[in-house]
């Protein structure tokens, strides 16, 4: 399944028979939450419309707007003819009767019931127009929201990567690094120039590495790294999957900045919390 962002827009309109514009506009949010902006003739639509978006996206503000523009400019006049001739003629006829009859201009003869039928755009008509519009703008906002969301697939595989290497060359300079220290604290100790029990010696060492071993930290970024790449793989509605995973990886890195005793260590840490950091931004993005 494709991952989808939260962050998208669609606008669909409608010119025939009346004008109509649909406006879909999606943002971050922790939940479901849609809200709409109607006219009163859609107002009965609510409901649908609520139920048609909860099938199709799982988290994320929606707004929804429909605006009908000028459906009353769209009523159109029509005139019956055969009522018009009647009313002629019997003007006409009362014209001949009585010289004192003021003529009749043709806007009180359109005025004349049954002259004049205006015929207005039915509720019905606008809904159907309008629901027609809105499945296009939901589709196309779902569109929007997969495309964007590949790119999030994309930088977020890119950082998984590089923290993964970083962790590699993290592991692979282990024994070097545990090296050195053993080398630095023997120097240190031959330097105060005393008898050392060889024994006690080496305890102080284990001590000093046990508390500067960082396999466990290293393993769990590792168990993470893969369970990340196993939900990008699977896809679909992960957002907060991915969100507690980066919570994890920040909370190892932390802790092998803590337990850093070289530079190049603690410089390993900051690249990994900024890699981490990276992806946490653009992890809250997706559904």
Not at 18 to 36: A, G, K, P
Not at 64 to 71: A, G, K, L, P, T
Not at 97 to 126: H, K, M, W, Y
Request: with cysteine; charged share 35%; aromatic share 2%.
């Amino acid at each position: 399944m494709t991952l989808h962002s939260m962050t998208a827009f669609a606008r669909e309109a409608e010119t025939s028979p009346i004008t109509l514009i649909v406006e879909l506009r999606s943002v971050n949010h922790r939940y479901l939450d849609c809200h709409f902006k109607l006219p009163d003739s859609l107002r009965a639509l609510e409901t649908r419309l609520r139920d048609t978006i909860a099938k199709t996206i799982r988290r994320g503000k929606v707004d929804c707007q429909i605006r009908v523009v000028d459906s009353e400019s769209k009523d159109t006049l029509e005139i019956n003819e055969d009522r018009l001739a009647t009313v002629l003629a019997a003007l006409d006829k009362v014209g001949k009767l009585s010289d004192s009859i003021a003529p009749t201009d043709a806007l009180a003869l359109l005025q004349f019931p049954g002259v004049c039928n205006a015929e207005r755009v039915e509720e019905s008509a606008i809904q159907s127009t309008a629901w027609s519009r809105f499945e296009a703008a939901l589709a196309n906002l779902q569109e929007s929201r997969a495309r964007e969301g590949q790119q999030l697939e994309a930088f977020l595989r890119r950082r998984l990567d590089a923290i993964e290497k970083e962790v590699a060359a993290l592991r692979e300079a282990l024994p070097a690094l545990r090296a050195r220290q053993e080398e630095r604290l023997r120097r240190r100790l031959e330097e105060l120039e005393q008898p050392l029990d060889e024994g006690r010696i080496e305890q102080e060492l284990v001590m000093l590495l046990q508390k500067a071993d960082v396999d466990e930290e290293l393993d769990r970024l590792e168990a993470h790294i893969e369970e990340t790449k196993r939900i990008l793989d699977k896809g679909g509605p992960c957002g907060r999957r991915l969100d507690f995973l980066m919570q994890e990886l920040n909370r190892e890195a932390n802790t092998l900045s803590s337990k850093a005793t070289t530079s190049s260590t603690t410089q390993s840490a900051v690249e990994l919390k900024v890699l981490i950091e990276q992806m946490r931004e653009q992890v809250q993005n997706i559904e």
